[in-house]
């Protein structure tokens, strides 16, 4: 392993831990708007695999950024779908016509005593 490999694995060691312990921090009621926000804005994803693809020279390295940009691809539309059915909970609803309550039935006259309680 080369050290430029080992300062590479080290610094997305480094990198995971920090970003495990700012998302821990978060508290549950931001989580989804901050993440489906980032995941949109995970755009540049898209971009990146564009332009490995333009330096891809053998099947593998074009297998690769396809799959890479569709991943990314997905990512940036879950975040879009994400972010539209949150922003939908904040929507006001049309409100629904409330129904007339039942009418109280008429007491029958038959069943009405002459002190005029029920028999």
Known sequence: ????????????????????????????????????????????????????????????????TFVAAAFAAMNVVGGYVVTDRMLGMFKAHPSRPVPAADPVPAADPASVSSAGGAR
């Open 1 to 64: 392993m080369t050290s430029e490999m080992l300062s590479n694995l080290g610094l997305f060691v480094l990198a995971v831990l920090v970003g495990f312990e700012v998302i821990s921090k978060i508290p549950a009621t931001l989580h989804t708007p901050m993440m489906s926000g980032a995941n949109a804005i995970h755009g540049v994803v898209v971009v990146g695999a564009v332009i490995v693809a333009g330096l891809a020279d053998n099947p593998f390295a074009y297998v690769l």
